[in-house]
């Protein structure tokens, strides 16, 4: 992502997983077919979270980015688990099994858009943000200049 803008790399690769995510719907007749699209999903899915991880670090000060990084994380794992819920709900409804995927494209094409509406927000990196000049020295080492 040094080379290139990190918001347009991982947003192509929230496009392509919505289309693999299609394909998987309408790929459920053929199984060798369906093997192959559910195995490049998953890493092109893998592949773009990982990512999010290092970009989302980038739109943080250095005080806050563990803390944005994980409440990301967090975020994403709940989307995951009310993804899984619906989509179960929606398999109970009677939905086909293309239906639901076409469905699931959704969440990664709103991804995709997010990223490209960040894209000028972000602008600078945050190497290029001015920090706070401020050394903050952690207690114990103040006790031990103290006593």
């Known amino acids: 992502m040094d080379r290139v803008n990190g918001n347009r790399v991982i947003a192509f690769t929230y496009v392509l997983v919505a289309g ?10 053929h199984q060798i077919l369906l093997g192959t699209l559910i195995f490049l999903t998953g890493t092109v899915v893998t592949s773009a979270v990982t990512s999010m ?23 994403g794992r709940i989307g995951g688990v009310a993804g899984a819920l619906v989509g179960a ?3 109970g409804l009677g939905w086909q099994f293309g239906s639901v995927f076409s469905l699931l494209a959704v969440p990664a094409l709103i991804s995709a858009l997010a990223l490209v509406v960040m894209a000028p927000r972000v602008g600078e990196s945050s190497a290029q943000r001015p920090e706070s000049k401020e050394v903050v020295t952690p207690p114990s080492v103040l006790d031990q200049k103290l006593g």
């Open 89 to 91: 709900a929606l398999m």
């Open 20 to 29: 693999l995510v299609l394909l998987v719907g309408r790929g459920v007749a």
């Open 53 to 75: 991880s290092a970009l989302a670090a980038s739109f943080y000060p250095t005080r806050a980015r563990a803390t944005g990084v994980a409440w990301m994380l967090g975020i």
